[in-house]
């Protein structure tokens, strides 16, 4: 009998966790969405639930779990400012924690592992655009800090049970990623302005509008999730070992680079209906000024680049906001 390979995502239910999700299932993997709904949801995942492959778990990763997978991809972890800042100490607990629990049940199963990482490991960044081997500009008690310090450390802990115990575990440091299934009230910027679009309330540009920032479209992230977990381990470590990288990580990420203003004229381009009109609020603390990715690494490794530029992803986007809210 052939047995279907066995996926657990930590944090599931969230938006790239959903997405990965149906990718795995359609690859035909044995899927288990682990989450405890802080940020996600059960309706991102209500169309899987029935499926004979998919099971769902409600459980908190800080606290220990166990099951036999070949594959894990760690998401779980608050990813917008406005929840991760809710409750600090949980977000950190969950980057950190969460990792230990998955590093430690790797290592008594052997299984690869995808841990999902972020550009705000590289902080408000000196270098630009930002390249793997740059170590970041990070204020470590600031607001933002319980993200980024928490990701952080959970890259050390990542790069140290590869070293140390010999784990097969490969980082993606994400650059912003939108799509379907975001959480309407995620805060985020491109679900903020869709939604402020869509019911013609102010567009709110934090600060003067002119920080930029370089947008994926989920899928191409998620293809990029799956060539990287398709490798087989000498071809990562030698590919590494080559390059003198620690650890295995890349950057993942569209290279648009693109201001916060530029995004709201988009936005408003393609819902000429809307009467919003853009107002300008205060600038968060130690928001990063520029964002872009340098993702060479992730071309000549996985031989990937995205493929879905900004106009046609807001596009996509603004329709699964505009079904969703009825408008
Ligand atoms: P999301 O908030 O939609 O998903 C996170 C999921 O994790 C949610 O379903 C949430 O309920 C779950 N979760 C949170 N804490 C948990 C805990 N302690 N135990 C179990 N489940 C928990 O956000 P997302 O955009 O899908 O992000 C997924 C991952 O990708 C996160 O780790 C995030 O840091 C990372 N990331 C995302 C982006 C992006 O632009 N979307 C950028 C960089 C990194
Ligand atoms: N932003 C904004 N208006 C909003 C939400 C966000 O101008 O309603 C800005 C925010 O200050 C930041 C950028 O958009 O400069 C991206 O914010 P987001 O929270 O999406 O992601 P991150 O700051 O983590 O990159």
Request: hydrophobic share 35%; charged share 25%; net charge neutral.
């Amino acid at each position: 009998m052939h047995l279907s390979p066995k996926a657990l995502v930590t944090g599931g239910a969230g938006f790239l966790g959903s997405h990965l999700c149906r990718r795995l299932l359609a690859d035909g993997y044995d899927v288990t969405a682990l989450d405890n709904l802080f940020t996600g949801t059960k309706a991102n995942i209500a169309d899987l639930l029935d499926h004979p492959r998919f099971s769902f778990v409600l459980h908190d990763v800080t606290q220990p779990f166990w099951g036999q997978y070949d594959e894990i991809y760690n998401l779980a972890c608050p990813a917008s400012p406005i929840h991760y800042q809710k409750n600090p100490v949980e977000t950190t607990k969950s980057s950190v924690l969460g990792i230990l629990n998955v590093l430690d049940l790797a290592l008594k199963t052997k299984a690869r592992v995808l841990h999902t990482s972020t550009s705000e490991v590289y902080g408000d960044p000196l270098v630009h655009p930002q390249v793997e081997t740059y170590w970041g500009n990070v204020n470590t008690i600031g607001v933002r800090s319980c993200y980024d310090e928490g990701k952080r450390v959970a890259e050390t802990l990542c790069a140290d049970y590869r070293r140390a115990y010999g784990v097969d575990v490969r980082m993606v440091r994400i650059f912003n990623t939108y799509g379907p299934n975001m959480h309407p009230k995620d805060g985020r910027v491109i679900s903020n302005f869709i939604m402020q679009a869509l019911g013609n309330h102010d567009i709110t540009l934090f600060g003067d509008g002119s920080q930029t920032r370089s947008f994926q479209y989920c899928d191409d992230l998620i293809e990029a999730f799956r060539r990287y977990m398709s490798l087989d381990r000498a071809t990562v470590d030698a590919f590494f070992a080559r390059h003198k990288l620690g650890a295995a990580v890349i950057n993942t990420g569209n290279p648009g680079e693109y201001t916060i203003r530029e995004l709201a004229e988009e936005t408003l381009r393609q819902l000429p209906e809307s009467t919003s009109k853009m107002v300008y609020a205060p600038m968060p603390q130690d928001d990063p000024k520029r964002r872009k990715p340098d993702i060479a690494l992730a071309k000549e490794l996985l031989g990937w680049e995205p493929k879905i530029p900004l106009r046609e992803g807001l596009a996509k986007t603004i329709d699964y906001f505009r079904k969703m809210s009825g408008k």
